[in-house]
T-cell receptor
Framework: EAGVAQSPRYKIIEKRQSVAFWCNPI?????LYWYQQILGQGPKLLIQ????????DSQLPKDRFSAERLKGVDSTLKIQPAKLEDSAVYLC???????????FGPGTRLLVL | AQSVTQLGSHVSVSEGALVLLRCNYS??????LFWYVQYPNQGLQLLLK??????LVKGINGFEAEFKKSETSFHLTKPSAHMSDAAEYFC?????????????FGTGTRLTIIP
């Protein structure tokens, strides 16, 4: 069974630029999560989708971050404009439903200069 | 609301020695508890989880953890460390009921194995 796929794996941008990350969850998983993991910290949930609807985006900085999950499968997370403090690993995870075990992708490591 | 405290951001053990990584949780409802491992430049991999039933949970790679409600702990152990165990380990908690599904992670413990 294929795992959660993410791209790109690494991205370096300058502050005020925009960037987008892509995630393809495990087939059949209705719930998709985006986490931000700052160096030295545990992952922090940014947004949770159930199919193509948002369940929880309470910790998403909505002035610069946006996410969508069209057709309830793939998802993209965008940052515009990026700040230095956005440097982190962005992890995508999926689960069968909102109570299922979460399976994580390899992450996208973002460096903002 | 739920929270997790991992005692010790860095732990070093000799190869073949006991591994003990500590995790204490706080939860307003009966918790579900998880341990994840993260190897360099990789995502998180589930080691084991406790939901209900037996309080001693066995996971992959020889790891196990025991849910102790009286101590609000879920410590991770492995009898004999292997070089391949070097990684970062995260404890996580979520509530067991509707409305408390969000997974909350600890800050992680980096495990180093000494040859």
């Amino acid at each position: 069974e294929a795992g959660v796929a993410q791209s790109p794996r690494y991205k370096i941008i300058e502050k005020r630029q925009s960037v987008a990350f892509w995630c393809n969850p495990i087939s059949g998983h209705a719930t998709l999560y985006w986490y931000q993991q700052i160096l030295g910290q545990g992952p922090k949930l940014l947004i949770q989708f159930q199919n193509n609807g948002v369940v929880d985006d309470s910790q998403l900085p909505k002035d610069r971050f946006s996410a969508e999950r069209l057709k309830g499968v793939d998802s993209t997370l965008k940052i515009q404009p990026a700040k230095l403090e956005d440097s982190a690993v962005y992890l995508c995870a999926s689960s069968l439903d909102d109570f299922g075990t979460q399976y994580f992708g390899p992450g996208t490591r973002l460096l903002v200069l | 609301a739920q929270s997790v405290t991992q005692l010790g951001s860095h732990v070093s053990v000799s190869e073949g020695a006991l591994v003990l990584l500590r995790c204490n949780y706080s939860s307003s409802v009966p918790p579900y508890l998880f341990w994840y491992v993260q190897y360099p430049n990789q995502g998180l991999q589930l080691l084991l989880k406790y939901t209900t039933g037996a309080t001693l949970v066995k996971g992959i790679n020889g790891f196990e953890a025991e849910f102790k409600k009286s101590e609000t702990s879920f410590h991770l152990t492995k009898p004999s460390a292997h070089m391949s165990d070097a990684a970062e380990y995260f404890c996580a908690v979520r509530g067991s009921n509707f409305g408390n599904e969000k997974l909350t992670f600890g800050t992680g413990t980096r495990l180093t194995i000494i040859p």
